[in-house]
């Protein structure tokens, strides 16, 4: 991939989990790191879930590879979180794509 392809600046959130003083759990998401990423817009809809209109976007995102990114990460683009719901390794090690 042409490095002039990941032209979007995202952060990548990550989920942790703290106590509080009467040790409960407390889930706070804090930015793991920011980096370049190529945005692809694979399919909108919508449809009707439990009586109500409910809206989707499914977004693909590509980014240098690494590997701490899991299903308890979400991308932040433009003020709008896209929960990650599935990674792919391209190439070896080269690339990751993201599914939101």
């Known amino acids: 991939m042409n490095a002039g392809e990941l032209d ?5 959130k990550t989920k942790t989990v703290t106590r509080d003083s009467w040790n409960h759990p407390e889930v706070t998401y ?4 920011t980096v370049w990423a190529k ?3 694979r399919l909108a809809g919508e ?3 439990e009586n109500q209109l409910v809206s ?3 977004v693909e995102w ?7 990114i899991s299903a ?3 991308i932040e683009y433009d003020s709008q979180k896209y929960w990650i719901t599935a990674t792919r390794e391209i190439g070896r090690k080269e ?5 939101t």
């Open 56 to 58: 989707s976007n499914r």
């Open 95 to 99: 690339l990751l794509l993201i599914f």
């Open 30 to 33: 804090v930015t793991l790191d």
């Open 47 to 49: 449809k009707i879930g």
């Open 8 to 12: 979007r600046r995202v952060d990548l």
């Open 39 to 41: 945005k692809l817009e």
């Open 72 to 74: 308890d990460s979400y």
């Open 62 to 68: 590509t980014i240098r590879y690494r590997n701490d």
